[in-house]
């Protein structure tokens, strides 16, 4: 008796790495949450964002990224170009959001730059330079 040739490993296994579970939906959502609410290199330029309101931008950044980048998909594609765009996608729209928040009026939480103007003395040296040469030889 003769068994029937097993399929090709090709065939058999076709590993495809969209659409993501939920549970990475999640996961994603998560994460950007986390960048928008704490300090990252993100926020140092253009400040955080209370928890509440990053959740809800999250949750917007995520679905509108999943609903662009889901029709972008064909029967022929293994999902990673689709992952691609749906994570540039992701990328874009938060720094979306982020700019959008830091220009408005209504962004109280927003963090100063780290660095100062150039213009701008430090505080140290002009409390140096207020001391008249005269004051200096009399004491």
């Given amino acids: 008796m003769m068994l029937p040739p097993a399929p090709s490993p090709a065939r ?8 993501p579970s939920q549970r990475t939906r999640d996961a ?22 209370p928890t509440d309101e990053a959740a809800e931008a999250a949750r917007r950044i995520e679905e509108e990224a999943f609903a662009a980048s889901r029709h ?21 729209r938060m720094l979306e959001t982020v700019k959008a928040r830091a220009g408005s009026d209504t962004a109280p939480n927003n ?7 150039l213009d701008v003395p430090h505080p140290a040296d ?9 004051d200096e030889a009399a004491a």
Avoid: C, F, M, N
């Avoid at 002009?126 to 005269?134: D, G, I, Q, T, W």
């Fill in 12 to 19: 058999s296994s076709h590993l495809s790495i969209w659409p």
């Fill in 28 to 49: 994603v959502i998560s994460r950007l949450i986390e960048t928008l609410s704490t300090p990252s290199v993100l926020s140092k330029r253009y400040g955080t964002i």
């Fill in 72 to 92: 972008s998909t064909t029967p022929e594609d293994d999902g990673l170009e689709i992952l691609q765009q749906y994570s540039k996608e992701i990328s874009k």
């Fill in 111 to 117: 963090i100063a730059p780290a660095t100062p103007p």
């Fill in 126 to 134: 002009s409390a140096a330079e207020e001391v008249p040469a005269s």
